[in-house]
C-alpha cells in the first residue's frame, strides 16, 4: 500500500524555523511530483509549495515565497521543506500529496492528488 508519513512540524515562535519531511513508502519517490497543503482551523486547503518529477520545477504560494524551500532527495525516498521566518498565520496541518507533473496555474489544485499523507501540525506562537 502506497504510504506517505510528514514529519518535523512543533511549536516554534515567531521567525523560527521548521523542517518538514514528506517519506514514501512502498513506492519510489523520484517518479512522482510532490505537493504541500496546508491547511488551517476554519480554513480552506492551501498549496503551499510543489517540485515537479519532470523537471525539477518549483512553486509557491506568494504567502511563503522567499521564506519556504522545497527540495527532494530521491536517494533517502524523502520531499522536505524548509521554513522559515516563520509567522503566527503559517500555524496550520501541514501535508505531502503524490501528483502529476503540473504546471504553474493547477499545481495547487487538490483534485490533481492521488496520495496523501496525514499531516502534521505546524504552530507558531510565542
Known amino acids: 500500500q502506497v504510504q506517505l508519513v510528514e514529519s518535523g512540524g512543533g511549536l516554534v515562535q515567531p521567525g523560527g524555523s521548521l523542517r518538514l519531511s514528506c517519506v514514501a513508502s512502498?513506492?519510489?519517490?523520484?517518479?512522482?511530483?510532490i505537493g504541500w497543503f496546508r491547511q488551517a482551523p476554519g480554513k480552506e486547503r492551501e498549496g503551499v509549495s510543489y517540485i515537479s518529477s519532470s523537471d525539477g520545477s518549483r512553486y509557491y504560494a506568494d504567502s511563503v515565497k522567499g521564506r519556504f524551500f522545497i527540495s527532494r532527495d530521491n536517494a533517502k525516498n524523502t520531499v522536505y521543506l524548509q521554513m522559515n521566518s516563520l509567522k503566527p498565520e503559517d500555524s496550520a496541518v501541514y501535508l505531502c500529496a503524490t501528483g502529476p507533473p503540473l504546471g504553474g496555474n493547477s499545481w495547487n489544485r487538490e483534485y490533481k492528488y492521488n496520495y496523501w499523507g496525514q499531516g502534521t501540525q505546524v504552530t507558531v506562537s510565542s
Open positions: 512502498r513506492f519510489t519517490l523520484d517518479y512522482y511530483s
